[in-house]
């Protein structure tokens, strides 16, 4: 089970971080990433965290978005910076993991999402 908040609206050049508030129990092998669908757009994954370990970003975020998973405050997290009216969308957080250690685990398909956020930048 999971939950995002932190979306809204924010001019080009503005910043939003939104988190993902994991409310089920996540394994030791995980998989846990942000994905977003913009207006006539198919979903494509932005952000990659995972147990591997790896980091990841598609290429249009590299450089302004950071993904980052805070065990403190049990969340899923995505800064964005330098926001461009194409990152305009609706903001999923979804999970996979595996009870004990998975070496190299998929991360292609993930088993829980979040209900979305929406995020809009205007120009």
């Known amino acids: 089970q999971l939950a995002e908040s932190g979306g809204g609206s924010v001019q080009a050049g503005g910043s939003l971080r939104l988190s993902c508030a994991i409310l089920g129990h996540i394994y030791e092998t995980y998989c846990m990433a942000w994905f977003r669908q913009g207006p006539g757009k198919e979903r494509e994954r932005v952000a990659l965290?995972?147990?591997?370990?790896?980091?990841t970003y598609a290429d249009s975020v590299k450089g302004r978005f950071t993904i980052a998973r805070d065990n403190a405050r049990n969340t899923l997290d995505l800064q964005m910076n330098s926001l461009e009216p194409e990152d305009t969308g609706m903001y999923y957080c979804a999970a996979r993991s595996w009870a004990g250690w998975v070496p190299s685990a998929p991360c292609g398909e993930y088993n829980d999402w979040g209900q979305g956020t929406q995020v809009t930048v205007s120009s």
């Open positions: 965290i995972n147990t591997n370990p790896e980091i």
